[in-house]
């Protein structure tokens, strides 16, 4: 691998290969054909959303009269778990593993947004879709950062500290990549729903309930993604941390609360398998999974982020997105019906 984006001695470890995943599922496919059984929904995730959503909504209204040292305490020791569950949750929905019909899956993904208060479902499913097709291309795969934050944010503990703590703007700073290629959109209908339904959410939790109650789901929203030891799975997932792997699953407790989330191998290889069946994948493959290099702690990866002067945002793989097309493609059935995408050859 080579270095891009080079400046000052850093940059992205660049890759003349396409992304790993497609090639090796071709493989498990082939060999354990069984696997089939293990694609498609699970409905049941509704259930799990509504009881998400209801927590965080319910713990919001107790806390609406609390100190502010109290709301930041219970944000960070509970609404922070709560909230990334939503994240969690909405992912699935993003995939479209939850209902058959899409409009479905966008409907319970946006309800299930609410805690989080900024609109962010309908833009993530955009660009979450495109990460998978697209695993490593600047313009085109927003998980990656870009070359202007990494240089601010350097390899020092306060950058990294700072980048957590402002963690949703440099996500939001870098979809804006995609209206410079030209090659993806965000705006849409749903994505108009999406703003509404928030503004219309914020302003009635805004005008009925006091200040506490905001500021809780507030503070729970940055925690679940940044100065936490939830903010690790944005490392765990594709920092590399091991030469020659650019995607790690993380194997810890936390993959009970967060819907397996941690298993970021197996879902990029298979995304059409839901969230309640990718244990039993990891289980029917060991020799694959197990013998790539994974995490058990999100906590110690956050501390060795944060402390690790080798760990930065360069330290990610890169390459020209169309490398990922140009290689056989996963045969139509592999795929359930409604996440096959024609257009993309259904690498979404």
């Not at 909230?83 to 479209?96: G, R």
């Not at 939850?98 to 993530?124: C, E, H, M």
């Amino acid at each position: 691998m080579r270095k891009v984006e080079a400046t000052a001695g850093q940059g992205f470890l660049e890759s003349d290969l396409p992304e790993p995943h497609r090639s090796r599922a071709l493989g498990i496919i082939r060999r354990h054909p069984e696997l089939r059984e293990l694609f498609g929904r699970n409905p049941a995730t509704v259930l799990l959303a509504l009881a998400a959503v209801a927590f965080q909504l319910g713990a919001a209204y107790l806390m609406r009269d609390a100190a502010w040292w109290q709301i930041l305490l219970l944000s960070w020791c509970v609404g922070a778990f709560a909230t990334h569950a939503t994240f969690c949750l909405y992912h699935e929905c993003a995939h479209q593993l939850v209902f058959r019909r899409k409009w479905a899956n966008d409907l319970l993904g946006i309800f299930t947004n609410l805690p989080q208060l900024l609109p962010s479902y309908a833009a993530f499913r955009v660009y979450h879709l495109k990460h998978h097709q697209y695993q490593g291309d600047p313009d085109l795969d927003a998980d990656l950062a870009s070359g202007w934050e990494a240089r601010l944010i350097g390899h020092s503990t306060a950058g990294k500290v700072l980048w957590e703590i402002f963690f949703p703007f440099f996500q939001v700073a870098r979809t804006f990549r995609f209206s410079r290629s030209g090659r993806i959109s965000l705006w849409s209908g749903w994505l108009a729903l999406n703003i509404a339904v928030q503004v219309a959410f914020v302003a009635g939790l805004l005008l009925f309930l006091p200040k506490g109650a905001f500021f809780y789901l507030l503070a729970s929203f940055f925690f679940s993604v940044g100065l936490h030891p939830l903010g690790a799975r944005w490392v765990q997932e594709h920092f590399v941390v091991e030469e020659g792997h650019e995607t790690y699953s993380y194997y810890g407790p936390g993959n009970r609360i967060a819907m397996n989330i941690g298993y970021h191998n197996e879902h990029h290889d298979f995304p059409f398998v839901p969230w309640s069946r990718l244990p039993r994948l990891k289980a029917t493959v060991p020799e694959v999974y197990d013998a790539l290099p994974s995490h058990r702690s999100w906590s110690r990866l956050w501390l060795r982020f944060l402390t690790d002067p080798k760990l930065s945002l360069f330290s990610r793989v890169a390459r020209d997105g169309r490398l990922n097309l140009k290689r056989e493609p996963l045969p139509k059935a592999l795929y359930a019906p409604a996440t096959f995408d024609e257009k993309t050859e259904g690498a979404v």
